[in-house]
C-alpha cells in the first residue's frame, strides 16, 4: 500500500499533538491556515493551564483570532488530529472557519460525525466544509501510544 505524504497543515497539527504528549497533554493538535499559510499552531494545555476550555482547535483559534485582530475566521482552514468535540465544533461555527480537516474520528467524545453531529444541528449559524481521514492512521497512533503508557 503506498502512502501518500501528509499535507502540511496536518503534519504540523501532528508536530503539535507530539508536543502535547511531551507535556503530560493528550496528544492533539490543530492548526489554522488562511491563504496557504499556516497563522496558528497549538496543541491541548488543559492540565499546564488549568483551563478546561484549553483545547488544541480553541487555542488555535484564540490564536489566529489575535493575529487578524479579528474574531472571524474566514476563509480559514482548521486542521486537527482528532475529531472536534462539541465545545470545539461550536468555536469552530462561531469563528465562521471555512473548513475543517480533521486526521482520526471519535466515537465517543467527537461532535462532527459523531455525537451532537453540531454541524448538521437545525439551529447551527454556519457549517464548514468537513474532511476526514487525513493522517488518521498518524494521529490513532500517537493517541495509542500516549494512553496506553499511562494505564
Sequence with gaps: MTRWPLPEPMRKALEAAAEAAAGGEVPIG?????????????????????DPTAHAEVQAIRAAA???????????DLWVTLEP???????????????????ASDPKGG????????????GCLHRPEVYTGIG?????????????ARR
Design 30 to 50: 490543530a492548526v489554522i491556515v488562511k491563504d496557504g499559510e499556516v497563522i496558528a499552531a497549538a496543541h491541548n494545555t488543559p492540565r499546564l493551564d488549568h
Design 66 to 76: 489575535a493575529k487578524l485582530g479579528q474574531e472571524r475566521l474566514t476563509g480559514c
Design 85 to 103: 468535540c462539541a465545545m470545539c465544533a461550536g468555536a469552530i461555527v462561531h469563528a465562521r472557519l471555512a473548513r475543517v480537516y480533521y486526521a
Design 111 to 122: 461532535a462532527v460525525e459523531h455525537g451532537a453531529k453540531v454541524f448538521d444541528a437545525p
Design 136 to 148: 488518521e492512521a498518524e494521529a490513532a497512533e500517537l493517541l495509542r501510544d500516549f494512553f496506553r
